[in-house]
């Protein structure tokens, strides 16, 4: 079976022109002694949004190790796929994310609820899990509303799954399991018993991204009890551990965190929880390249700088089309964007110190912010005109592009 390693990051890229960028900040990281596996990720949704298709992922990739001679292990994800999506990453792809929280709460047969609740009549009562302070209190009820939530979802997992073994072979890619763009989070206690049915069903997890308690909107801090997280997510390390003993799944699985990307807030308390149990993880970074891309542009000016307030008209314009998607993910209230007018008088700096994520920055507006990391489309329908300011601007592109990746996220994240 291939290995994802201790630490792995998505490096997800809109446009595909910041492998480079986005892999010299692995390599920096690599000569500081810590090894991390990028991960290119790009979903069927945005794939169609930005008119490319899995083999662009996969060359862009291929290129950006080939051009830096990185010797390191590499991987591209199908990010967020489903049985009807799957087929279209078979050959380029060596990563899954499998995608099935459209299923979750859709009821299955009684009969199969009742098959799972006596298998796991062992753990009904009070169960210690190893470092978790107090026993977890499980119930026949319990079990029943377990089933009910989460069967149907586990299986569109289980089918997904069998159906890559078959075209890829067994042991031939790495498979997450994601549950997180839901309304409501997973329970340590859900996810014990979500793993145990993945488990059951021969799911090979290698990670699972769960929803967490609290706001993982895109591109933006995590909003939430602090608190409440870290109790939340140092139990489902806990659990994790437990369930790999428990029920022979694979030793190197891994927590998931989606919408990942700039959560300064709680990157700490992952560090701290990662170190004190020696447990490894994997971070989706969604579109923060494609904001990098809009910072630079309007740090170089001219026509790039008029082409970012394009952007920006046509998605104040067109906010409801382009938030609907992400509804679950971002959070703006629109009292709080600037007008076009407004935008279309600013200087690049203030463009750009408006739109980078440095919190206590006075110019900061995490609104601002939100919309035009929704506006991709907005871009891509620009086609040359806004892919060649991105070739003419590479190199201050690039530049942003690995200082985010590496000094905003990869040095909070898991730097002692």
């Known amino acids: 079976m291939i290995k994802l390693g201790k630490y792995s990051f998505g490096?997800?890229?809109r446009f595909t022109f910041q492998g480079k960028a986005q892999l010299a900040a692995i390599i920096s990281a690599a000569e500081e002694g810590l090894e991390i596996t990028p991960v290119w990720n790009k979903s069927n949704r945005e794939h169609i949004y930005v008119g490319t298709t899995s083999a662009d992922t996969r060359k862009e990739a291929d290129?950006?190790?080939k051009a830096l001679k990185y010797r390191g292990r590499y991987f591209v994800d199908a990010d967020h796929i489903n049985?009807?999506?799957?087929s279209n990453y078979v050959d380029t792809s060596d990563f899954f994310t499998l995608d099935v929280a459209n299923y979750i709460g859709k009821e299955s047969a009684k009969k199969d609820i009742d098959l799972f609740v006596e298998s796991c009549r062992k753990y009904i009562g009070q169960l210690n899990i190893p470092g978790i302070k107090y026993p977890l209190s499980i119930t026949k009820e319990l079990l029943h509303e377990i089933g009910r939530k989460f069967l149907i979802a586990t299986q569109q997992a289980s089918e997904?799954?069998?159906?890559?073994?078959?075209e890829k072979g067994k042991g031939n890619f790495i498979t997450e399991v994601s549950m997180d763009e839901v309304d409501s989070p997973q329970t340590p206690i859900e996810l014990l018993f979500i793993l145990k049915m993945l488990a059951d069903k021969c799911v090979s997890v290698q990670t699972i991204a769960p929803?967490?308690?609290?706001?993982?909107n895109k591109g933006i801090d995590y909003s939430g009890n602090l608190e409440q997280f870290s109790k939340e997510f140092e139990?489902?390390?806990?659990?994790?551990?437990?369930a790999i003993k428990e029920f022979g799944l694979p030793y190197d699985l891994?927590?998931?965190v989606h919408s990942g990307s700039d959560k300064f807030s709680i990157y700490p308390i992952i560090q701290s929880i990662l170190i004190k149990y020696n447990k490894g993880l994997h971070v989706k970074t969604a579109g923060t390249t494609w904001l990098e891309e809009i910072i630079g542009l309007s740090v170089a000016g001219g026509g790039g700088l008029k082409i970012a307030k394009k952007i920006y008209e046509n998605a104040f314009n067109r906010r409801e089309e382009l938030c609907t998607p992400y509804a679950d993910?971002?959070?703006?209230?629109?009292?709080?964007?600037p007008s076009v007018k407004e935008v279309n008088g600013w200087s690049g700096e203030k463009f750009s110190d408006t739109l980078r994520h440095i919190p206590d920055h006075p110019e900061y507006n995490p609104n601002f912010r939100q919309l035009i990391h929704v506006a991709y489309p907005v871009a891509a329908q620009m086609g040359d005109e806004f892919r060649d300011l991105l070739i003419k601007h590479a190199d201050i592109i690039g530049a942003g592009v690995k200082e985010n990746i590496y000094e905003r996220h990869l040095k909070k994240l898991f730097y002692k």
Do not use: C, M
Request: avoid cysteine.
């Open 11 to 13: 490096v997800g890229d």
């Open 83 to 86: 049985k009807d999506t799957v």
């Open 211 to 216: 929803k967490f308690t609290g706001r993982f």
């Open 254 to 256: 891994k927590l998931s």
């Open 329 to 337: 993910v971002i959070d703006i209230d629109p009292n709080f964007l």
């Open 235 to 242: 139990e489902d390390i806990l659990i994790i551990d437990y």
């Open 63 to 65: 290129e950006a190790v």
């Open 160 to 166: 997904i799954y069998a159906y890559l073994e078959k």
